[in-house]
T-cell receptor
Framework: DAKTTQPPSMDCAEGRAANLPCNHSTISGNEYVYWYRQIHSQGPQYIIHGLKNNETNEMASLIITEDRKSSTLILPHATLRDTAVYYCIVRGAYNTDKLIFGTGTRLQVFP | DTGVSQDPRHKITKRGQNVTFRCDPISEHNRLYWYRQTLGQGPEFLTYFQNEAQLEKSRLLSDRFSAERPKGSFSTLEIQRTEQGDSAMYLC??????????????FGQGTRLTVV
């Protein structure tokens, strides 16, 4: 699976949009971009995934560039409960085994 | 609660003792994963099962570690002769694989092991 690069930390004011970038320049055509987050002392939580089209669900939006070499996870109205480590993972469509986690981005939402 | 459950949530053991953790996946999920996470790092893959078959083991899984999923439902992870370096959070996840494609993986809350 392709490697991803994320900034180690970011801050965001409560109520503002949090935009978390991820680079995956070696992604191949059949690989998906997945996002998980991990709140302190809990297990990782699935957020969203996409292939090439932008995706939105009740938690977040995922914007994937046209060349698919990078993506941005958007939390439209960040709350204090969104403070967590966010992991961007690239995974093949038929790769049904493990997710490979990096060190993620630590998002701190402040009042 | 129909999520992935892990037991115990916390375990403190003396060096050299054996410990066993249990994971109950989401009931219809046929794929089960074990991960280990140390402070400041992302989860590291240990092993996974498809039903009762153990399909892959990481080289992180030394011979002191063994995992089973005897009836394709719950799984156990045993660590023999624990060492201080085994102190970590042990995470279990499950997913449903149909026709070679997997749903997203759902994680449990983990078991935090402290070896003293």
């Amino acid at each position: 699976d392709a490697k991803t690069t994320q900034p180690p930390s970011m801050d965001c004011a409560e109520g503002r949009a949090a935009n978390l970038p991820c680079n995956h320049s070696t992604i191949s055509g059949n690989e998906y971009v997945y996002w998980y987050r991990q709140i302190h002392s809990q297990g990782p939580q699935y957020i969203i995934h996409g292939l090439k089209n932008n995706e939105t669900n009740e938690m977040a939006s995922l914007i994937i560039t046209e060349d698919r070499k990078s993506s941005t996870l958007i939390l439209p109205h960040a709350t204090l409960r969104d403070t967590a480590v966010y992991y961007c993972i690239v995974r093949g469509a038929y790769n049904t085994d493990k997710l490979i986690f990096g060190t993620g981005t630590r998002l701190q939402v402040f009042p | 609660d129909t999520g992935v459950s892990q037991d115990p949530r916390h375990k403190i053991t003396k060096r050299g003792q054996n410990v066993t953790f249990r994971c109950d996946p989401i009931s219809e999920h046929n794929r089960l994963y074990w991960y280990r996470q140390t402070l400041g790092q992302g989860p590291e893959f240990l092993t996974y099962f498809q039903n009762e078959a153990q399909l892959e083991k990481s080289r992180l899984l030394s011979d002191r570690f063994s995992a089973e999923r005897p009836k394709g439902s719950f799984s156990t992870l045993e660590i023999q002769r624990t060492e201080q370096g085994d102190s970590a959070m042990y995470l279990c996840a499950s997913s449903l694989v149909i026709w070679g494609r997997s749903t997203e993986a759902f994680f449990g809350q983990g078991t935090r092991l402290t070896v003293v």
